[in-house]
């Protein structure tokens, strides 16, 4: 008898087990899809209110082509001309960066021929992404950093404090 008792009361803990986990999967498949702010844990993975070490992240680089495209004497046909420079960094990607300096502080006439002091030569600045790299031992780092660089020049009407 007491062998047989032993027997019923393993049976209904498993068909008890298996009627709550079948509970416990509908519930799953109602809630898939949509976010709530007491989603249950994955299991055997506990709460992680912690950021990732890692991801993965793809960033679509501009095409070499489109890059050809552009027209490039743009910067000698402005009135307020620019020239090139490549910075290079071996930790940061993309490792060089072309960077606009302005030829002169102020713009040229309308002939591009002679200076108009009225104007300012004024650089045009963009803010982009970059990824820094920092070697710690035989470790590496990497992190995502805002880098401003000038892309251009243009003109613009001077200003001055004596009129404010």
Known sequence: IFLKAVVLL???L????????????KINKKQRGRTTNNCPTQPGIQENTKFPETMKVHIPLAQAESMNRMPHDVKNRS??????????DPNRFPHTISEASCRYTVCLDSTGK??????????IQQEILVL???HIGC??????????ITVGCTCAFP??????
């Open 159 to 164: 200003t001055s404090n004596a009129y404010q």
């Open 79 to 88: 009135l307020s001309p620019w020239d090139y420079s490549v910075k290079e």
């Open 14 to 25: 498993a068909v008890g087990n298996l009627a709550h986990e079948e509970n416990i999967n």
């Open 10 to 12: 393993i049976l209904v």
């Open 114 to 123: 002679n200076l108009n002091y009225a104007m300012n030569s004024v650089p």
């Open 139 to 148: 470790k590496q780092s990497y992190w995502l950093e805002k880098q401003m």
């Open 132 to 134: 820094k790299r920092k």
